[in-house]
C-alpha cells in the first residue's frame, strides 16, 4: 500500500479549510496537490 504524502491531521486540516471557504484552487496552489486530489 502506498504510503500517504500528509498525515491524517494535515488532511483533515487542508478539508477544514475548504469548509471555511477557501477555494479548491487555493488549497492545491497552498499545499502543493493537483485538484482531482481533493
Known amino acids: 500500500m502506498k ?3 500528509f498525515s491524517e491531521e494535515q ?3 487542508i478539508l477544514k479549510e ?3 471557504g477557501v477555494s479548491v ?3 492545491c496552489r497552498k499545499h502543493g496537490v ?3 486530489s481533493i
Open 34 to 36: 493537483s485538484d482531482a
Open 25 to 27: 484552487a487555493d488549497l
Open 11 to 13: 488532511i483533515i486540516g
Open 18 to 20: 475548504h469548509e471555511a
Open 3 to 5: 504510503r500517504s504524502r
